[in-house]
Nanobody, 122 residues
Framework: QLPLVESGGGLVQAGGSLRLSCAAS???????????IAWFRQAPGKEREFVAA?????YYADSVKGRFTISRDNAKNTVYLYMHSLKPEDTGVYYC???????????????WGQGTQVTVSS
């Protein structure tokens, strides 16, 4: 098991910033260097979509490139998602996930957090 807990969501005005955290308890990310940690989001009435991932490198959805940054701190067992220049269309529940392989569809990820709500007002 790899329990994941997201935090940092909230309500922010368009153009603002938020930092999301994905913390792992029990095992540490650094113990599993093959693990990819990813962020997904789901807006009401829409499909879940890939946002960003980190393994040896970083990966981003086109819609967030240049505005979001993903990073990891193995000493704190945490992956961060820094979100800047937020737009109303960034609104949704943000989930972090862990898996062996990078997979923007999400099917390859075995572990998921409960999600944190991000709301961007116009």
């Amino acid at each position: 098991q790899l329990p994941l807990v997201e935090s940092g969501g909230g309500l922010v005005q368009a153009g603002g910033s938020l930092r999301l955290s994905c913390a792992a308890s029990g095992r540490t990310f650094s113990t599993y260097t093959m693990y990819t940690i990813a962020w997904f989001r789901q807006a009401p009435g829409k499909e879940r979509e890939f946002v960003a991932a980190i393994r040896w490198g970083t990966y981003y959805a086109d819609s967030v490139k240049g505005r979001f940054t993903i990073s990891r701190d193995n000493a704190k067992n945490t992956v961060y998602l820094y979100m800047h220049s937020l737009k109303p269309e960034d609104t949704g529940v943000y989930y972090c996930a862990a898996g062996r392989d990078y997979d923007p569809t999400g099917r390859a990820y075995s572990y998921w957090g409960q999600g944190t709500q991000v709301t961007v007002s116009s």
